[in-house]
């Protein structure tokens, strides 16, 4: 397939398998990659299926140096999202857990 497409960037094939959900979801029917909304449901659902809405903690091998630590479902599910990898897990899931952090602000 080619590259990620969309405001979700989904490669094309992880699209087509969430592509019944996401209409399910939306309405829209067929989904488009290109539409926000369509994008954020697919990325919701994606996250959801990797772990996000679960409560707790979850055993993971760290990227990093390879022992095992405990993190929130929330840090596995956006490692999943992006990719398994040692600047995911120091840079890339804090800084998504800020952002959520935030958002319960409002």
């Known amino acids: 397939?080619?590259?990620?497409?969309?405001?979700?960037?989904?490669?094309?094939?992880?699209?087509?398998?969430?592509?019944?959900?996401?209409?399910?979801?939306?309405?829209?029917?067929?989904?488009?990659?290109?539409?926000?909304?369509?994008?954020?449901?697919?990325?919701?659902?994606?996250?959801?299926?990797a772990g996000a809405a679960n409560s707790g903690k979850t055993s993971i091998k760290n990227p990093c140096n390879g022992k095992s630590v405990k993190v929130s479902w929330e840090v596995y599910a956006s490692m999943r999202y992006l990719g398994w990898t040692c600047w995911g897990y120091t840079n890339y899931a804090p800084a998504i857990q800020n952002l959520a952090n935030g958002y319960d602000k409002l």
């Open 1 to 49: 397939s080619g590259g990620a497409m969309g405001a979700a960037q989904f490669m094309p094939d992880t699209w087509w398998g969430y592509k019944s959900k996401i209409a399910s979801a939306t309405g829209h029917n067929p989904p488009d990659p290109w539409s926000l909304l369509d994008g954020v449901v697919a990325m919701a659902l994606k996250l959801e299926s």
